[in-house]
């Protein structure tokens, strides 16, 4: 996500741009393109690195120096290894001043998929969750539907529209049959792809998940309906490995995933280290119960100094629950 803003010689808006999908012109050349000659002299502001690789036009870095703005102001460098630092350069180098930096931690955020994904060739994984007021994702019985409002829910499915890929285990599959599509107005044409964990290939072929665009991820050779089956390594235990299961997605240019339960999986993420972020909702229900399962499984910290913590928490209420997010890894690279 890339957006930039041209001023002419005198501070007065000339130009601005955004990058509206891949393939299309880049932000500093709609925006420079928008402001022709009134660019001469004048600061071109962008959220990151002008590139310095020809994509269907020439490269931004040279778009910049021909439109004879003589002050670029840039957030953060670009992490992809054809730029690093080159778009900088080749500006400083023609004499054009450039000013690193400003409003970094924004534009990271911003692009904080992308940019996990460029350093680590991996996605940016999110885990999700919704659990109510005692800490449940499902009553005694394993019913889990709805335990938050409309509006979380509503909110859920742009969030899952905002991911490249959708990850559940079999369990969930098995208990819940979850579709895994973000149902937004307007989303038909854009899906993320539906991930399972299923070591053993016990999703069922009538399962909703089991058709297109939707991957299983298995240590077994077969087939579920019209998913496919992706073969990978598996732990001592038995489950896939998640490290091989991330490179992959990222070969695929899988940007980001969105984990979505249950408590086995979620436990197998955290224990990995493999989250970079939390969004929890919280429900003012009460379900009880010693064996109602909670977002987390698995053996769980025995001190609580090991207990991992959030950063950059932030609480929003929506309708009547409690979102809270938070991360626990930064990638950066400026
Ligand atoms: N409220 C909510 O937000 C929410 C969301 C989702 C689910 N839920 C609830 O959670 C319950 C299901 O959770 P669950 O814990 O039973 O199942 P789960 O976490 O959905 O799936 C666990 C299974 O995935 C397979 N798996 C393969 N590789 C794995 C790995 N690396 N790590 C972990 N699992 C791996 C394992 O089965 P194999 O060994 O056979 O491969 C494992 O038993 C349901 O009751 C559902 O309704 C609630």
Redesign the pocket.
């Known amino acids: 996500m890339v957006g930039a803003v041209v001023l002419d010689r005198s501070g007065l808006l000339a130009g601005e741009g955004y990058h509206r999908v891949a393939g299309q012109p880049h932000a500093e050349q709609e925006a420079l393109e928008a402001a022709g000659e009134l660019a001469r002299g004048g600061t071109l502001y962008v959220n990151l690195e002008p590139c310095t690789h020809p994509h269907r036009q020439p490269s931004c870095a040279e778009a910049v120096l021909k439109s004879g703005v003589r002050r670029v102001v840039i957030s953060m460098t670009d992490p992809d290894q054809r730029v690093r630092g080159a778009g900088v350069k080749m500006l400083q180098a023609a004499g054009v001043e450039v000013v690193l930096g400003v409003q970094a931690d924004r534009a990271v955020r911003l692009n904080e998929f992308y940019i996990k994904h460029r350093l680590t060739g991996r996605p940016f994984v999110t885990v ?4 109510s007021l005692d800490g449940k ?2 009553t005694s019985s ?3 539907r709805w ?1 938050t409002g409309p509006e979380a829910r509503a909110q859920s499915h742009l969030l899952r529209h905002a991911h490249d890929a959708i990850l ?6 098995l ?2 049959d979850p579709e895994l599509t973000a149902r937004v107005e307007g989303s038909e044409a854009r899906q993320p792809v539906r991930v399972v ?4 290939l ?1 999703t069922p072929p009538t399962a909703k998940v089991a058709g297109p665009n939707t991957l299983i ?1 298995t240590t077994r050779v077969g087939e579920v309906g019209q998913a496919e089956t992706l073969v990978l390594p598996h ?1 001592a235990d ?5 490290g091989p299961l991330l490179d992959e997605l990222g070969r695929r240019g899988i940007l980001s995933v969105l984990v ?9 993420f955290f224990a990995e280290g493999v989250v970079d972020k939390v969004h929890a909702y919280v429900a003012p229900i009460v379900i009880g119960g010693g064996r109602a ?1 909670s ?1 987390v ?1 698995g053996e769980g910290i025995r001190q609580l100094a090991d207990a991992i913590r959030l950063r950059e928490v932030d609480t929003t209420r929506i309708g009547d629950d409690l979102l809270i997010t938070g991360y626990l890894d930064v990638h950066r690279d400026s």
């Not at 999700?128 to 659990?131: E, N, P, T």
């Not at 559940?168 to 599959?173: D, E, K, S, Y």
């Not at 979505?260 to 197998?268: C, L, Q, R, W, Y």
Request: hydrophobic share 40%; aromatic share 2%.
């Open positions: 999700k969750f919704a659990m994702i499902a394993g019913e889990s335990i559940v285990g079999v369990g969930t599959v208990a819940d964990l299923d070591s053993q016990r991820a732990s038995g489950r896939i490995e998640l979505e339960g249950g408590a086995t999986v979620h436990a197998s399962p977002p499984g």
